[in-house]
DNA sequence: TGATAATGTCAAGTTTATTTTACATTTTTT
DNA sequence: AAAAAATGTAAAATAAACTTGACATTATCA
């Protein structure tokens, strides 16, 4: 799955240490997530979305198969 | 985290059987899920609002505090 | 009513998300 | 250029999602 959460992020002026404050995690969990070692939970994907004011599939794009 | 997939699964006329075999989990995966005991990963919420073309937010309903 | 399908649940195991700590590298600021 | 801030990364531990298999209960149907 890929996601557009660095690019986010720098839109909204953040530092990954602001972001996984404002959303609740870990800095390094923000990282991995930009990086793409793993998909954030349900509930951190919702955090996000609400945060950055946009729909999750707009954030998380994963292309079937 | 609550959930409508129970309500959802009814309007669509799919057992939970079905339903897993549509979006590659198994049964016990739905039912637990319906049954709240733990949420989808952000891969399975993506597949189930595709499947009922509707926004993972009108599934899967997370009030903050 | 008796059979079959659907649902609920439990245990044990695997995989994935997340944490903490720690340190190295890169970027920004003074 | 030096200091400080931000980012990348890794290991070890914990928690949460998910699997398979098995069985019990409930609903549907012939």
Redo the contacts between chains.
């Keep these: 799955?890929k996601n557009k959460l660095k690019v986010l992020r720098a839109e909204h002026n953040l530092t990954q240490e602001q972001l996984a404050k404002a959303v609740e995690v870990s800095r390094q969990t923000i990282n991995a997530i930009e990086k793409e070692k793993f998909?954030?939970?349900?509930?951190l994907?919702?955090k996000l979305?609400r945060l950055f004011k946009t729909?999750?599939?707009s954030i998380?794009i994963?292309a079937k198969d």
């Design positions: 799955m998909d954030p939970s349900l509930m994907a919702i979305a729909e999750i599939e998380f994963y």
